[in-house]
């Protein structure tokens, strides 16, 4: 969403509507003002303005969506290529109320993504086909309904499908991710967001928090998710593999047919066919060092196809920056961090380490906080001194290499 102050004091209507409804329209906003709700639509537009970004902040900021459905409407190519697909996934997303109206006859059941949504009246009968008093009544009841039904609730989407057992464990424990959590979520919820890459060399924690974050949407029923698929690329071999059992998994007639782009880009029609989590797990053996740019074509293709357009959301781990989704929009990158003192302090003591605060602190500052690093020295000290943080002294000059360690009687 655009950084600017937002220009709606209250949650907004949009109304998306072809110009040969405009009678329509005026009469639907008549009503919702009897009632304050605020409304947008596009004759709010200044003369000079750039009306395309307008639009889309509009359709941003909503909290509904009021489709004015005629045979105008469903055949507007701005419409239905521009407006419909970003409200859908706002929708998909569970970000947005959308409401089609029947304002005159049309073979809205034929259309597929509208078939799909409840629609007003509740018959589907156009309102066209009404008295005076009738439309007014379907019109005020409408009015009524969006002013008293507060916040689109989240969709209630029946998880179909998870395969997680090729995604490395950890243990369940996390300390210090809780940034990084929330922008995982942030992202699984903004529309706006396709593929998210966690980014960070070996050791630093990718792992830990990709499976905490999980852990985290499975508490919360998959907050939407209808399917959810992860691989890794460290423990299932190489991109061919992948795709063999990946569009196997999502349904493709025949996963060996095509080359390696178009098995890219049918594996990206099936993923956002239905709201996917797709977790890519250790791109980095498919990358060539440096420059990160992808070896493979198929995963090329994959990426690119899911960055431009989805429904769900792509997360991938890797060490190296992915070339290929440089410029992309739709593409977040987290750049994991080593451990705070504190937080790598908290880490050694659930590991068993004994000690004051200090010596803890210093002890993850001395190996920069890195995880991999602090869970070998609390296992070593936890097997060998008890857990006592006296049992090593890291030497401050050299700051990684201990001091020859005493004895545990000594």
Request: proline residues 6%; hydrophobic residues 40%.
């Amino acid at each position: 969403m655009d950084s600017r102050r937002h220009p709606m004091s209250a949650p907004t209507v949009f109304i998306s509507y072809s110009h040969k409804d405009e009678a329509w329209k005026d009469r639907l906003v008549k009503q919702l003002k009897v009632l304050k709700v605020e409304v947008w639509e596009d004759r709010r537009i200044a003369a000079g303005e750039d009306w395309q970004p307008e639009i889309e902040q509009a359709a941003e900021w909503a909290s509904v969506a009021i489709l004015l459905i005629s045979p105008d409407f469903l055949t507007s190519r701005f419409i239905l290529d521009e407006e419909v697909p970003r409200l859908l996934k706002r929708r998909e997303k569970g970000g947005l109320r959308v409401i089609p109206l029947i304002v005159r006859p049309c073979a809205w059941q034929q259309v597929e993504w509208l078939s799909s949504i409840q629609v007003r009246p509740k018959d589907g009968r156009p309102l066209s086909g009404g008295s005076e008093h009738q439309v007014e009544e379907e019109l005020a009841a409408l009015a009524s309904e969006v002013a008293g039904g507060g916040p689109a609730p989240a969709p209630v989407a029946a998880i179909s499908r998870i395969s997680l057992a090729k995604l490395p464990t950890t243990s369940p424990d996390l300390f210090g991710r809780e940034r990084e959590l929330d922008t995982l979520d942030h992202a699984w919820d903004d529309p706006g967001t396709n593929v998210v890459t966690l980014v960070a060399w070996g050791g630093v924690g990718k792992t830990a928090l990709v499976n905490a974050w999980l852990n985290r949407l499975q508490e919360k029923k998959w907050r939407g998710a209808e399917r959810v698929y992860g691989w890794s690329f460290y423990r299932e071999g190489a991109a061919d593999q992948f795709f063999a059992t990946a569009l196997d998994w999502f349904g493709d007639p025949d996963p060996t047919k095509g080359s390696p782009w178009d098995k890219g880009e049918r594996l990206a029609d099936l993923v956002r066919r239905q709201r996917t989590l797709l977790v890519l797990y250790g791109l980095e053996p498919l990358q060539f060092f440096p420059g990160g740019a992808l070896k493979d074509p198929g995963l090329q293709s994959l990426l690119r196809e899911l960055a431009r357009d989805n429904a769900g959301l792509c997360a991938v781990t890797t060490r190296l920056e992915v070339d290929n989704l440089k410029g992309c929009a739709g593409v977040e990158r987290i750049d994991l961090e080593n451990l705070a003192p504190e937080d790598g302090a908290r880490y050694l003591q659930r590991l068993g380490v004994k000690g004051r605060p200090e010596e803890l602190c210093q002890a993850s500052k001395d190996l920069d906080g890195h995880a991999l690093a602090l869970t070998l020295l609390g296992t070593y000290l936890a097997v060998g001194y008890e857990g006592d943080i006296r049992g090593v002294t890291l030497c401050p000059s050299c700051r990684r290499r201990p001091n020859k360690a005493r004895t545990p009687g000594g």
